[in-house]
């Protein structure tokens, strides 16, 4: 039996979005005023994560330190990412010094 419309096939998220609002976005984490409405979508437990992840520890480090396991850091941190549109440590940790949860020293 035929299907009665095509199945959809899987794109990059980057080729989703508009030009407008991808270039909204990347403007967002540039502008100070992004970077505070990115910190109130950030839970406190959130930003307490990313300030350690930004400090270099490891996830075990952390679950130690919050006296929480490996999953539920590993979770927070998954979910930040993805809050946050990043895909690397190295963008958790510029959104970091950004927000100023850390200095670029740290």
Do not use: C, F, Y
């Not at 899987?10 to 080729?15: C, F, Q």
């Not at 403007?27 to 930003?47: I, V």
């Amino acid at each position: 039996m035929p299907r009665s419309r095509p199945s959809r096939t899987a794109t990059p998220s980057s080729a989703r979005r508009s030009p407008r609002s991808s270039s909204t976005t990347r403007g967002a984490t540039r502008d100070p005023a992004g970077a505070n409405r990115s910190r109130e979508t950030l839970t406190n437990r959130e930003r307490e994560i990313l300030q350690l992840v930004a400090e270099g520890r490891s996830s075990p480090e952390i679950a130690r330190q919050l006296s929480l396991s490996v999953k539920t850091v590993e979770g927070h941190r998954g979910r930040i990412m993805a809050k946050l549109d990043v895909h690397h440590v190295a963008g958790l940790v510029r959104h970091a010094i950004r927000i100023g949860l850390v200095s670029p020293d740290a």
